[in-house]
Each structure stands twice: as C-alpha cells, then as structure tokens.
C-alpha cells in the first residue's frame, strides 16, 4: 500500500494466503479448458468446420475481449483501491464469467453464422469476466505478506494454478472424453462431452471460489461514497501515470513485460486451435497434450523460482523468453509431413493410424509443447518478481496495481494481428507468425531494462 513500508503490512495468516492462492486454482480451468485445449478447438473445428475460419473467428472474439478490458480494467480498479474492499467486485465479475461459462452448453455444430454470434458472445463475457476479477485479485496481494514473501506467496498460486488445469483437464478425459459412455450418460453424437465443460468449469469455479471469499482478509472500506470512490480513484489512475515519467525504468519493465506476455498470451490461446488444425486432434490428444504442458509448467515454475533468487529476475525471464519464442517459432515450422520448416518426416507407421500421437510430427510437436510448459511459468512468475525488485518499497501496492492493469491494456492486440493475417493468407501458420514478433520485441526491450529498485520520486 502506497505510503507504508513492506514491514507495516499485515500478513494474512495461512489460510487466508491459501484462500487467495486457490483464486488461480479456481480460475485456470477458463484458460485451460475452454479458451486453450478443449472448447476452443471444438467451436473451431467441429461448430465451425473449418480451421482457419475458426481461428479467425475465435480471434476476433478475442480482441473484443481484449478491447473491453482493457479499456475497462484500469479505471475498475483504481475507484476499487479508492473504496477500499475488492472482493465485491472480484465477485461481480466472476459472476459474469459463470454466467458464460455455463452458457456454453448450447454451442451446437450446425447453428449457422446467428448461432455462431451468440457462441462467441459468451466467449467474450467469460473472458472478461475472468480476467477483470484476476486485476483484483492480484491487487490484494501486496495487502496479505510483506513484501519480502511476495515473490513466494505469487510463485505459490502460479503454481497451483497450473495443478487446478492438470486436474480439470484430466477430468475432463477421464469423465467425457475417454470413456465410450461418459458420465452423466451423455451422448458423443451431439458433441455433449465437448459442450460439458462450459458448465463443469462455471461449477469448478463456484466451489473453489468460496476460500477467497470466506478467509481471505479484504482492506478495509474508506468511507468514499460511490461516485466520490470513482473520482477520486480515477484521480489516483491519472496521477500515478504521470509520475510514472520519474521511474522511467520500471516503465520500460511494464512495456516489455506487457507485450512479451501478450504474445505468450497468444500461444495459450492459439495452440490447441492450431494443433486441431495441422494434426485433426481431438479432446482426448488435446487433453492429454494440456496436461503434459502444465506438468512441465510446475517443473518450470519450481525451477524459475530457484534461477531467480540466484541470478536475478531479469535473466530469468529473459532465457524464458528466449526458450518460449524458440518453441513457437518450432510449432510454426511444421506440417503434417515436415518439421523445422521443410525436412520431411514420416508420418504413423503401418496400423497406427488414428493412435495418439503416431507420426514423428506430433511428437516433435509434443516437445515443443513442453518446452512452452517449462518456460511459460517461469517467464509469468518471475515478472512478478521483478516488479516487487523494481518498485520503490512505500509505493508498492500501486505499482502492483498498475503492473495488473498493463497485463491487459493490449491485451486485444495480438489476437487480432493473427485474426487479420489469418483471413488475409487463409492460413493458420501465417496468422500466428505476430505472435513471434511480439515475443522478440518483449525480449529485446528487456535488455534495457536495470534490475535496480527505484527512488521515490519528488
């Protein structure tokens, strides 16, 4: 919190840091589920028909998303600090991505262009929903450990994250998607083992929400009626960026930072609807080829979490950059029959055939797919990092503030380069070639960037 030191902070005790931690835990499967590895290459593949027009599609839905949040986020949350507790709102917003989570029940193939509309409409509200009630999340956490614990308490529900997507994915296999009658005696003809996830992850989040809210401690009200709150804390929004010309390093940080997450952003989102396209993967590979990511990814965050107290937060997320931007540019490089931008590979061998993972392609694929889990984590966990090094001590909490609401100021942008170049070529592989440029501009605006903690300015 702006004006106190890291030592005057409070600190929740165990099980309410816990109860925020299980926010992520709670809200991965959105991500995982829906927007990566399973909804969103059915809707491509299966209620479109048509790979690339589908990306594009789940492209623009994406952008407007984006759009809506980025606009929205940044003055939500600064009349948020000015009135005190964020739960409320946290709460109101994961209302919203219920709601649309759970509306996903009645994406059906066949709808037509007018069923599509309101496929996507729903898209776009889970996804603001979720990632608005995320900006006040991470705004509570310089409020529960002191400074000091920041970095491991982040790292802590990076990381439980990751194991929520594990568990929701292999539940989603195990229970829809293996199985030749699945639970619920739902029937694979109508797609019902797909269209299941919508309201399994609205139930998810409803159950594992409920620690936030029961035993997490909120900041106090500070007595601002609603629309003193909003003036003043658009007040606040206006003069912390103009102070942000003194610390010009850490701007440089948040611009790097933000763009480079944006094209990680974009890999998440794009993948599985990519792999459905070049390999025809169902839910079965996709989920299996989700898990085996998000396994890697708590690998990559233990690992990060090491590298980083040892050499630095900088470098840390530099390699992890360089190690997220080399797997993409692989993944691009492949066809069903090449690898590495033209060597030729064999496909499944005689009687494979429509086993998982057969051809030399897929499994090349799967590494590069790994290689994205182990340095995903660490690239996400060790920015956090960094802004608790780069942030003058009493103004903590608000640079933490404005770290959470540049997450998602361009966070439109890229999905909707790749929905342009995709319809511009009619082609998968070129519309996700943004995402490589955005990466390497991440990395290189990094290397000016001094991993030094700022002065309070006059």
């Known amino acids: 919190m702006a004006g106190e030191s890291a ?3 409070p600190e929740a005790n165990r099980l309410g840091r816990f109860g925020w931690a299980l926010f992520k835990w709670a809200n991965q499967p959105v991500f995982t589920v829906i927007t990566t590895f399973i909804f969103a290459p059915y809707f491509s593949s299966a209620v479109i028909g048509d790979p ?3 990306q594009a599609l789940w492209a623009d839905a994406q952008s407007v ?5 980025a606009l929205a986020s940044p003055f939500l949350g600064a009349v948020a600090d000015a009135a005190g507790p964020r739960k409320g709102w946290t709460l109101a917003f994961q209302v919203l991505c219920i709601a649309g989570c759970a509306a996903l029940w009645w994406v059906r193939p066949g709808g037509g262009p007018q069923a599509w509309f309101w496929a996507l409409a729903a898209v776009v509200v889970l996804t603001i929903g979720a990632e608005i009630s995320i900006v006040f999340n991470n705004a509570m956490l310089p409020t529960l450990v002191r ?3 920041i970095g491991r308490l982040s790292g802590f529900a990076w990381g439980l994250g990751y194991v929520g997507g594990i568990v ?3 539940l989603v296999l195990l229970g829809f998607s293996l199985p030749a009658e ?3 005696g739902l029937d694979k003809a109508l797609h019902e083992n797909d269209r299941i996830v919508g309201p399994l992850v609205a139930a998810w989040i409803v159950v594992f929400i409920l620690p936030l809210f029961l035993f997490t401690p909120d900041q106090p009200r500070s007595g ?6 909003a003036r003043q804390g658009v007040g606040q929004l206006l003069a912390t960026l103009r102070r942000l010309r003194h610390y010009r390093n850490i701007a440089l940080f948040l611009l790097a930072r933000m763009i480079a997450y944006d094209g990680l952003n974009a890999v998440f989102a794009f993948g599985g609807i990519y792999a459905a396209g070049v390999f025809g993967w169902g839910t079965t590979s996709l989920g299996i080829f989700g898990i085996v990511i998000l396994v890697f990814g708590v690998i990559g965050c233990w690992i990060g979490g090491w590298l980083d107290d040892r050499i630095g937060s900088k470098p840390t997320m530099q390699g992890a950059v360089i190690g997220v931007l080399l797997a993409t540019t692989g993944i691009l490089s492949m066809t069903r029959q090449s690898v590495l931008f033209g060597i030729a590979v064999d496909g499944p061998a005689a009687g494979a055939q429509g086993a998982l993972f057969a051809s030399t392609a897929e499994r090349i694929f799967m590494l590069f797919g790994i290689m994205i889990g182990i340095f995903g984590g660490p690239m996400q966990a060790a920015a956090r990092s960094m802004m608790a090094r780069l942030a003058p001590r009493p103004l903590l909490g608000q640079f933490f503030g404005l770290y959470a609401l540049t997450g998602e100021a361009t966070a439109f942008f890229v999905p909707l380069l790749v929905g342009a170049m995709t319809n511009a070529f009619h082609s998968q592989r070129v519309g996700l070639v943004p995402i490589v440029v955005v990466l390497a501009a991440g990395f290189v605006l990094m290397i000016g ?3 030094v903690r700022a002065e309070i300015a006059d």
């Open 7 to 9: 030592a005057e902070v």
């Open 52 to 54: 690339v027009h589908g």
């Open 65 to 69: 998303a984006g759009l809506c949040i």
């Open 147 to 149: 400074q000091d614990r």
């Open 168 to 170: 929701s994915l292999m």
């Open 182 to 184: 699945p639970w619920f």
């Open 224 to 229: 601002l009626g609603r629309m003193a709150a």
């Open 449 to 451: 960037v001094r991993e």
